[in-house]
C-alpha cells in the first residue's frame, strides 16, 4: 500500500510539472513569437539510437522520435527553437543467457539556439528535460513494468546540426546526453544518451 502510493504521488507530481514547463515554455513561445522577427512552425521525425552510460554489457537500442517545434528569430541568423518530442529510447544487455530490452519513453522538451551560418546550414546546442511516460523491460518472454524504478524527469543538454532545402524540408542530427540519473536505486549513476537523425518540414507564417 505504501509503495503504491509513493508511485502514485511521484507519477502525479511528474505530469504536474510536465504541465508547469509545456505551459510555461508555450507562454513564453508566445511572448517571444509577438517580438520576434520571423516566426515559423513545423514537424519533425526520425531515428533514436539511445543507450545508457556506466552499464557493463549495454547495448544501443534502436527507437524513433516525433513531434512538432516553433522557430523564432531573435537576431540576425540567431533563433529559438522549443520542441515538443515523443522519444523511445532504452537498451539492451543480456543477463545470462536472455535478452533484456528496457523501453523507456519520454516526452521530450529541448529548447535550442540555432545559428546559421548560411540561411539553409544551422548548428544548435541547448537544454531538455524529459518526463518519463511509460517504461518496461522485457527479458526472454516476460514483460515487466519497470516505472516505479525509474526517475520520473530527465534533463539533459543536446547538440547538433541541419540542412533545409528551400521546399521547407530539411535534415538534421543531434546527441542528447543526460546529466541527471535514470533509475532511482542504482549504484551506479547511469544516464541517457541519444543519437537522433531525422526529417523535417517547416512551414513559415511571419
Known amino acids: ?3 503504491e502510493f509513493v508511485a502514485r504521488r511521484q507519477t502525479t507530481m511528474t505530469n504536474f ?13 508566445a511572448v517571444l513569437s509577438a517580438q520576434a ?19 557493463d554489457g549495454a547495448n544501443s537500442r534502436a527507437s524513433v522520435h516525433a513531434g512538432g517545434f516553433v ?14 518530442l515523443y522519444s523511445g529510447q532504452g537498451f539492451k544487455y543480456k543477463p545470462l543467457n536472455a535478452e533484456a530490452v528496457t523501453r523507456l519513453h519520454y516526452i521530450n522538451v529541448p529548447v535550442m539556439v540555432q545559428y546559421r551560418f ?3 546550414f544551422f548548428v544548435e546546442a541547448g537544454p531538455q528535460l524529459g518526463f518519463l511516460v ?7 518472454d516476460v514483460l515487466v513494468d519497470i516505472k516505479d524504478s ?13 540542412y533545409q532545402f528551400p521546399m521547407g524540408i530539411g535534415v538534421s542530427a543531434r546527441y542528447m546526453f543526460g546529466l541527471t540519473r535514470v533509475f532511482e536505486d542504482t549504484y551506479e549513476s547511469n544516464k541517457n544518451a541519444v543519437a537522433q537523425v531525422g526529417l523535417f518540414y517547416t512551414i513559415k507564417t511571419k
Open 150 to 162: 525509474a526517475k520520473g524527469v530527465d534533463a539533459g543538454m543536446g547538440f547538433g546540426a541541419g
Open 118 to 120: 548560411i540561411p539553409e
Open 71 to 84: 522557430n523564432i528569430g531573435l537576431v540576425k541568423n540567431l533563433s529559438l527553437q522549443p520542441e515538443l
Open 134 to 140: 511509460a517504461a518496461r523491460q522485457k527479458v526472454g
Open 1 to 3: 500500500m505504501g509503495i
Open 37 to 55: 522577427q520571423k516566426v515559423s512552425f513545423g514537424v519533425k521525425s526520425g531515428l533514436n539510437i539511445s543507450r545508457v552510460t556506466k552499464w
Open 17 to 29: 510539472f510536465m504541465k508547469k514547463v509545456i505551459l510555461t515554455v508555450a507562454i513564453a513561445c
